[in-house]
């Protein structure tokens, strides 16, 4: 495992106590942990990886606060939280479309 360039961990159950477990794996590039448990504590574990370059952490318990700090302790890094996608509105139905083109003949 010690080679492991890229882990994929989305929507699991990991948590703070299980990123402990990466501190080995220094050639890790990318780490998805989107929709996991983890915290602010849990990155104190990566600071170590010095080659990882980009993680995802939408929708984990990860703030701006914790993300800043890893930054800091990896400037190289790209850290997606989510909070640059915009909101994507609800599609219309079918039927409001067919009423609206109506209400425009008239």
């Keep these: 495992l ?3 360039q890229t882990l994929g961990l989305e929507l699991t159950s990991v ?3 299980g ?3 990466l501190k080995g794996l220094e050639n890790l590039v990318y780490l998805n942990l989107y929709g996991t448990q ?3 504590a849990g990155l104190e574990s990566l600071r170590g990886l010095k080659h990882l370059r980009n993680l995802y952490l939408w929708q984990s318990k990860v703030t ?3 993300v800043k ?3 800091e302790a990896l400037p190289g890094l ?3 939280t989510g909070a640059e996608l915009a909101a994507v509105p609800p599609a219309e139905k079918k039927e409001e479309k067919k009423d609206e083109k109506k209400e425009e003949k008239k």
Aim: proline residues 5%; negative net charge.
């Design 64 to 66: 701006p606060e914790g």
């Design 19 to 21: 990123l402990a477990h």
């Design 69 to 71: 700090k890893l930054q």
């Design 15 to 17: 948590g703070d106590a």
């Design 2 to 4: 010690a080679q492991l």
């Design 38 to 40: 983890v915290t602010d």
């Design 78 to 80: 790209t850290i997606n």
